[in-house]
């Protein structure tokens, strides 16, 4: 999920080139879905890319989903346009690039981050016979904040805190020190449950399976402003990664779009520094520096889309919002798991048994970490004693939590 925080980045100017010619419809109750394609005919999906389509993380796992897709359903054919953020294209709506795309003949589009879920929203209300979904946000969501009744928006998200919760595990158990460093993207909800839920799972496993005091434990995050570095308006990852390893954290985990953790990880260990990261994001994360690597938690696009698309073209598709969960029997399932998560080489065997149980424990249930006693950061109390939180109170977090470093606005 990606926040409407761009608008802030970067004044954007509309621009007539990809401006679709067709005038705005007239509004409906309900959406005129799209005929099927007779087999031998392509069915076009759009979809708009905030960065660039080979980031391993965030975008190319998108990527990946679409692709499967595909392997699916042959006669289903994307149209892609990445780098649609205000460094790369600063004069550039996502709902223009969706209109264009429209023109062209998708007849369903997808906006990947949530910084379009404006756009997401301005192009399903102008197309209302075009089946618009936006991963994440919430407009789809009846009990949430900021329900839009618009019938052809959907929102897809997976259910990622448990993955944090696996991620941050699996950090504190490859500490040694105890220090563990996060790079994080810019500050929304979305971010602070991550992030939380990553502190939650170091801290339950550094007190349950490394049997050591939580008072040793320091659990920082630096917020570069964005999902991946724009010079000039971000902070540099490179630097905020080097900080973390210069600093004396020994795990530095990965809450960006781009892998700069791993790579600066990389130089820090071939330079003598005993040091340890954890990627996210993208199901290759370990790859690009496998010999310090503690695992990656990645998203599964490919069965939510998946299904989308075969109601999109059924013509039975009805706006919906879908935190999509994980398969606790076969997590790295690709046909039925919203998230997946792979073990590096640095987590080591004994480490790894710890992890099993505590991955086995979330799955089924024995081990609730959004449950009570818990605190803001600020000491106010965010959960009393054996209460536990509902969707709403985890989705829209308004604080990180005590133990935390790092601003929570």
């Not at 007239?26 to 394609?37: C, E, H, T, V």
């Not at 999906?45 to 975008?59: E, H, R």
């Not at 039925?336 to 249930?365: H, M, Q, R, V």
Request: charged share 25%; net charge negative; hydrophobic share 35%.
């Amino acid at each position: 999920m990606k926040t409407n925080h761009y608008k802030r980045l970067a004044a954007l100017l509309l621009i007539g080139a990809l401006a679709s010619a067709c005038a705005t419809p007239p509004p409906s109750a309900a959406p005129a879905q799209p005929a099927a394609p007779a087999a031998d005919q392509t069915f076009t999906v759009g979809m708009v890319i905030v960065g660039p389509m080979n980031d391993k993380g965030w975008n190319e796992a998108h990527v990946e989903g679409t692709k499967y897709v595909m392997e699916k359903m042959p006669n289903v054919k994307f149209e892609y346009v990445d780098k649609v953020n205000p460094a790369d294209r600063p004069n550039v709506k996502g709902s223009q690039v969706a209109d264009d795309l429209i023109a062209k003949g998708a007849k369903v589009v997808i906006f990947n981050s949530d910084d379009f879920k404006d756009d997401a929203l301005e192009t399903a209300k102008k197309h209302p016979n075009i089946v618009v979904i936006h991963a994440s946000g919430d407009y789809a969501w009846k009990e949430g904040k900021n329900y839009k009744d618009q019938p052809n928006l959907g929102n897809l998200m997976s259910k990622m805190e448990p993955g944090w919760m696996i991620a941050g595990c699996a950090s504190a158990l490859g500490s040694e020190n105890g220090k563990i460093g996060t790079v994080g993207p810019l500050i929304n909800e979305e971010t602070r449950r991550y992030a939380s839920a990553a502190y939650l799972g170091a801290k339950y496993c550094w007190e349950n399976y490394k049997k050591r005091d939580p008072k040793e434990l320091q659990f920082k995050i630096t917020w570069i402003g964005f999902w991946f570095n724009i010079p000039g308006v971000t902070l540099d990852p490179t630097k905020v990664a080097d900080d973390f390893y210069n600093g004396g954290f020994d795990v530095v985990m990965s809450a960006i779009d781009t892998p700069e953790v791993a790579v600066q990880g990389k130089k820090a260990a071939e330079a003598g520094k005993k040091v340890k990261y954890h990627h996210y994001d993208y199901k290759g994360g370990c790859d690009l520096a496998p010999d310090i690597c503690l695992g990656v938690h990645y998203y599964n696009w490919g069965p939510g889309y998946l299904k989308i698309i075969q109601e999109a073209m059924a013509g039975t598709y009805k706006g919906t919002w879908t935190w999509a969960e994980a398969d606790w029997k076969d997590l790295n399932n690709p046909d039925t798991s919203a998230f997946g998560y792979i073990k590096g080489k640095a987590l080591g065997a004994e480490n790894e048994k710890l992890l099993d149980e505590f991955i086995k424990g979330l799955g089924d249930g024995s081990i609730d970490l959004w449950k009570g006693p818990l605190n803001f950061q600020d000491g106010t109390v965010f959960l009393k004693d054996g209460e536990r939180a509902t969707d709403q109170q985890i989705w829209y977090l308004p604080q990180l939590l005590e133990g935390m470093e790092g601003p929570s606005r």
